[in-house]
């Protein structure tokens, strides 16, 4: 019952929406796919939107935030994320439903409690008005997210190396980005240090970084036009592999699916 659970609700362009912890209560990552699919992939998932205590906002893109001031006014979950990012949310031109009657304002690097999960955000390098990932600490174990950046900084490093569950971006494939059907201007939005991680800058990263407490890493926010899910995978296999890092036996590897629920992953805490 207690067992840390991880399932991503959605992971893409698309939207993006993610749920960390036990069958009494957890949190949701961003709010970025509507309502009603959230509610069903959750069921899908053997978990209920009752559930929810949080949720954590990583930025103010609309595949991160679709859906989070239903999430907030008709259902009255808190919204925590920086005061920047709040802003940037009432200013989107796209939400729909723009008032959060229970924002929490959030500042990087200070850890605050939520339902006896242990929150923490981080600044990351992207082109929102503001930009988190979160670690979520939970009977010892660090569970971090890590989305939408262009690189990897200074500030995000150290979380992403502590984590003992890590959900990392593995957003496109070099060559089919150059190569693919997008205009310049996107293409080299993307592959900015503002922009989007790519499966080579994260392999490289896992590799170099790899320690015996990461037991689970996730890649998340594949690219439908520049990117598969055997294709990041591989990669970054190849890259632990080649660092003497055995995947399925050393660390847990696997791609995230865009437009559907995941596998219900239980997490030893």
């Not at 790899?210 to 890493?217: G, W």
Request: aromatic share 8%; with cysteine.
């Amino acid at each position: 019952m207690n067992k840390l659970r991880f399932v991503s609700l959605g992971s893409g362009s698309s939207g993006n929406c993610y749920y960390v912890g036990t069958m009494s209560k957890g949190l949701l990552i961003d709010a970025g796919i509507g309502i009603r699919n959230m509610k069903k992939r959750l069921v899908e998932s053997g978990l209920d939107f009752g559930l929810i205590w949080g949720v954590l906002i990583t930025h103010d893109h609309i595949d991160h935030i679709r859906s989070v001031g239903a999430v907030a006014a008709r259902h009255h979950i808190p919204v925590y994320t920086t005061a920047t990012i709040h802003k940037g949310i009432a200013r989107c031109p796209m939400l729909g439903d723009k008032i959060i009657p229970s924002p929490h304002n959030i500042e990087k690097g200070e850890t605050i409690d939520i339902a006896r999960f242990e929150v923490t955000a981080f600044a990351v390098s992207h082109d929102g008005s503001d930009n988190v990932g979160y670690t979520i600490q939970y009977n010892g174990k660090r569970f971090t997210v890590a989305t939408d950046l262009g690189y990897i900084c200074e500030n995000s490093a150290p979380y992403i190396r502590q984590a003992n569950y890590l959900v990392l971006e593995a957003n496109y494939d070099v060559h089919m980005l150059e190569t693919g059907r997008y205009p310049r201007y996107l293409k080299n939005r993307i592959s900015s240090k503002t922009g989007h991680l790519s499966n080579d800058e994260a392999a490289q990263f896992l590799a170099e970084n790899y320690a015996p407490h990461l037991s689970h890493i996730y890649l998340c926010h594949l690219s439908q036009e520049n990117n598969m899910p055997e294709l990041a995978y591989h990669i970054v296999k190849r890259e632990l592999t080649a660092k003497g890092i055995t995947v399925g036996k050393d660390v847990q590897l696997h791609a995230l699916p865009r437009t559907k629920a995941s596998d219900v992953f239980i997490l030893e805490t």
